[in-house]
């Protein structure tokens, strides 16, 4: 049993100013953190003991569904991430550490070394020097590890820091079907684990974005401040990252009309914009207008068409195989093409640049436009009657439309709805991206030699710590899930000067521990309401209320957090009835 007294709980009354949702205020005033810098955080006892509770539930499922726990470097020797596939992509993200030299205009422009964000490249280097069959296979390993990530606005505490803690795995399969059982096993470690949280969430699909693969889900946290969309269906069950997300609106049997008429340039004087020629005297609408939007893709442009009332989704790019995609600039636009943005037009025969271009990729949406209008290729000129089929100049239909709330299910035609919500943990299925890139190559029976198939698995344990603040605090403070609470009891002594008092206390808090709990002892000189207050700030699922007109009357106040409720138990009683709590909620991890 810890004595207040003795450790360290420095409680704020006010919120920092810096502070913008309630979990970061929660973290701050409950005495858990305090910022050492933008984005970088000191963990103090009570957001420390907190942690290592995470951490140890992660290690339980991990280790329960057959993932191995190693420890690999935070310092990485930037050639592995020049021979792995995302170096160009990750780069900017990443700290360096450079040799100490005189003069700062001597270091290289690459670094010696970098800070790790995630452990690809290390794991996949290490696999493929130590495994070579596939006798050796499957293999899953797994580290809870410093990570750092040069977040250009860190913010919201931990949600978005520089420095953070994170579990990452990484699996190694002989098969893809191996693969597959691989990631559904992580799947069900991952359920269990928050689960044991004390969280609320969903399994979304995700998007991969630079760590690639062929697929991916994102384990999200509802919650009114997440940095996250997702759109879901009551009624089938799908659930999306937004990035990710598809919907019903373009039917499979979708007939496209006929041509109206012949191809008809007309001038558009002044008119940039989606919303200028639905105006008047044009008046053509958004749905009725193709948007011809230019990217660079390592360093090719390409071209993205749209329906005038969409908006790209920008991840979804991410499907046609560039290392790197930019939106393209005015002047390399008007090179390009020979007109603005809001004169572009993707229309066969009047594209100037067309044999520069790395590809013409057009959204599926554009079907429902069928008959329309885009610009000309010339600054003040459209061109109408535009035929998706007979006119359009598309390399490829692909998904690239941000999906909008209200929009029919992919799977049962249902409206989408939109939440928000925090990303707590992400699984990819990588494929051989990787172990292609470092020759981790497994021999068969045959020997005959493969790529290992790869799965890689991250929870971001600090963001865990807040998400379950996020979504569970109240006005008072904080009501902590029992597993995951830095103490389970706090027994508030009143007067800490009374021998009896504390007699009774030790002999309360002892029977809480043999229940399993851990147990604080508010033995500070401090009034009732401070005490009281705090209790309910720092959100300790028990209080047991010591005091001396309670003696008298041969009665202890025990009071539960999550629902404030408040019972008078019986001295004689009250050690079995903190045992009986305690080992009850211990039970339910």
């Given at each position: 049993?810890?004595?207040?007294?003795?450790?360290?709980?420095?409680?704020?009354?006010?919120?920092?100013?810096?502070?913008?949702?309630?979990?970061?205020?929660?973290?701050?005033?409950?005495?858990?953190?305090?910022?050492?810098?933008?984005?970088?955080?000191?963990?103090?006892?009570?957001?420390?003991?907190?942690?290592?509770?995470?951490?140890?539930?992660?290690?339980?499922?991990?280790?329960?569904?057959?993932?191995?726990?190693?420890?690999?470097?935070?310092?990485?020797?930037?050639?592995?991430?020049?021979?792995?596939?995302?170096?160009?992509?990750?780069?900017?993200?990443?700290?360096?550490?450079?040799?100490?030299?005189?003069?700062?205009?001597?270091?290289?422009?690459?670094?010696?070394?970098?800070?790790?964000?995630?452990?690809?490249?290390?794991?996949?280097?290490?696999?493929?020097?130590?495994?070579?069959?596939?006798?050796?296979?499957?293999?899953?390993?797994?580290?809870?590890?410093?990570?750092?990530?040069?977040?250009?606005?860190?913010?919201?505490?931990?949600?978005?820091?520089?420095?953070?803690?994170?579990?990452?795995?990484?699996?190694?399969?002989?098969?893809?079907?191996?693969?597959?059982?691989?990631?559904?096993?992580?799947?069900?470690?991952?359920?269990?684990?928050?689960?044991?949280?004390?969280?609320?969430?969903?399994?979304?699909?995700?998007?991969?974005?630079?760590?690639?693969?062929?697929?991916?889900?994102?384990?999200?946290?509802?919650?009114?401040?997440?940095?996250?969309?997702?759109?879901?269906?009551?009624?089938?069950?799908?659930?999306?990252?937004?990035?990710?997300?598809?919907?019903?609106?373009?039917?499979?049997?979708?007939?496209?009309?006929?041509?109206?008429?012949?191809?008809?340039?007309?001038?558009?004087?002044?008119?940039?914009?989606?919303?200028d020629l639905s105006a008047e005297p044009y008046r053509v609408p958004a749905d009725r207008q193709y948007k011809t939007l230019v990217y660079i893709g390592d360093g090719r442009p390409f071209l993205v068409v749209l329906r005038g009332c969409d908006d790209l989704e920008e991840a979804k790019l991410g499907t046609l195989g560039f290392q790197q995609v930019r939106p393209a600039r005015a002047d390399e636009t008007s090179e390009l093409l020979g007109a603005e943005p809001g004169?572009?037009?993707?229309?066969?025969?009047?594209?100037?640049?067309?044999?520069?271009?790395?590809?013409?990729?057009?959204?599926?949406?554009?079907?429902?436009?069928?008959?329309?209008?885009?610009?000309?290729?010339?600054?003040?000129?459209?061109?109408?009657?535009?035929?998706?089929?007979?006119?359009?100049?598309?390399?490829?239909?692909?998904?690239?439309?941000?999906?909008?709330?209200?929009?029919?299910?992919?799977?049962?035609?249902?409206?989408?709805?939109?939440?928000?919500?925090?990303?707590?943990?992400?699984?990819?299925?990588?494929?051989?991206?990787?172990?292609?890139?470092?020759?981790?190559?497994?021999?068969?029976?045959?020997?005959?030699?493969?790529?290992?198939?790869?799965?890689?698995?991250?929870?971001?344990?600090?963001?865990?710590?807040?998400?379950?603040?996020?979504?569970?605090?109240?006005?008072?403070?904080?009501?902590?899930?029992?597993?995951?609470?830095?103490?389970?009891?706090?027994?508030?002594?009143?007067?800490?000067?009374?021998?009896?008092?504390?007699?009774?206390?030790?002999?309360?808090?002892?029977?809480?521990?043999?229940?399993?709990?851990?147990?604080?002892?508010?033995?500070?000189?401090?009034?009732?309401?401070?005490?009281?207050?705090?209790?309910?700030?720092?959100?300790?699922?028990?209080?047991?209320?010591?005091?001396?007109?309670?003696?008298?009357?041969?009665?202890?106040?025990?009071?539960?957090?999550?629902?404030?409720?408040?019972?008078?138990?019986?001295?004689?009683?009250?050690?079995?009835?903190?045992?009986?709590?305690?080992?009850?909620?211990?039970?339910?991890?």
């Amino acid at each position: 049993m810890q004595r207040w007294s003795e450790t360290f709980i420095p409680t704020l009354k006010e919120s920092p100013a810096e502070a913008e949702i309630p979990s970061h205020r929660l973290l701050l005033r409950a005495g858990l953190v305090r910022k050492s810098g933008a984005g970088i955080y000191a963990f103090l006892p009570l957001g420390l003991r907190a942690l290592r509770k995470i951490e140890a539930l992660c290690r339980e499922e991990l280790n329960r569904h057959g993932a191995m726990e190693v420890l690999l470097p935070a310092v990485h020797p930037v050639e592995l991430w020049k021979r792995g596939p995302r170096w160009e992509a990750a780069r900017e993200v990443m700290y360096r550490v450079d040799s100490a030299a005189s003069d700062p205009a001597t270091l290289p422009a690459d670094p010696e070394y970098v800070l790790g964000p995630t452990h690809e490249e290390i794991i996949t280097a290490l696999a493929a020097a130590e495994i070579a069959s596939y006798r050796d296979l499957p293999k899953n390993f797994y580290q809870i590890q410093t990570k750092f990530r040069n977040e250009i606005r860190p913010r919201f505490g931990l949600m978005r820091a520089r420095e953070f803690i994170m579990k990452d795995g990484y699996s190694f399969d002989v098969s893809d079907e191996a693969a597959v059982e691989t990631y559904e096993r992580m799947r069900q470690a991952y359920e269990g684990f928050f689960t044991r949280c004390g969280l609320e969430f969903s399994m979304v699909e995700a998007d991969t974005g630079v760590m690639g693969g062929s697929h991916s889900h994102e384990f999200m946290v509802p919650a009114a401040v997440g940095d996250d969309d997702v759109l879901y269906c009551r009624e089938s069950g799908y659930a999306s990252n937004r990035e990710r997300a598809r919907s019903g609106l373009v039917p499979e049997n979708l007939r496209i009309p006929e041509p109206e008429g012949a191809v008809e340039e007309f001038p558009t004087p002044g008119v940039t914009t989606i919303a200028d020629l639905s105006a008047e005297p044009y008046r053509v609408p958004a749905d009725r207008q193709y948007k011809t939007l230019v990217y660079i893709g390592d360093g090719r442009p390409f071209l993205v068409v749209l329906r005038g009332c969409d908006d790209l989704e920008e991840a979804k790019l991410g499907t046609l195989g560039f290392q790197q995609v930019r939106p393209a600039r005015a002047d390399e636009t008007s090179e390009l093409l020979g007109a603005e943005p809001g004169s572009l037009g993707a229309v066969r025969g009047r594209m100037p640049g067309r044999e520069r271009l790395a590809g013409i990729y057009a959204d599926e949406a554009i079907r429902l436009v069928g008959n329309g209008t885009t610009g000309a290729n010339r600054d003040g000129f459209h061109v109408r009657n535009i035929h998706v089929e007979r006119d359009l100049d598309i390399d490829r239909f692909g998904d690239f439309r941000r999906v909008q709330p209200g929009e029919p299910c992919p799977q049962c035609g249902k409206p989408l709805e939109l939440a928000r919500a925090i990303e707590v943990g992400h699984i990819f299925k990588l494929g051989t991206k990787y172990s292609e890139a470092f020759e981790a190559f497994y021999t068969d029976t045959e020997r005959k030699r493969h790529p290992m198939v790869m799965g890689c698995y991250g929870i971001g344990i600090s963001r865990t710590l807040q998400a379950v603040i996020e979504q569970r605090h109240d006005e008072k403070g904080i009501i902590w899930p029992w597993n995951v609470a830095p103490f389970q009891v706090v027994i508030t002594l009143l007067d800490p000067g009374d021998a009896n008092a504390v007699e009774v206390a030790e002999r309360l808090g002892g029977a809480a521990e043999e229940g399993g709990a851990d147990v604080l002892l508010d033995d500070r000189d401090a009034r009732p309401g401070v005490k009281f207050n705090d209790a309910d700030l720092i959100g300790f699922p028990v209080r047991v209320v010591i005091g001396r007109r309670g003696l008298a009357g041969g009665v202890v106040e025990l009071h539960t957090r999550h629902d404030g409720a408040c019972e008078q138990v019986a001295l004689e009683e009250a050690p079995d009835r903190l045992r009986e709590i305690a080992s009850g909620l211990q039970r339910a991890r």
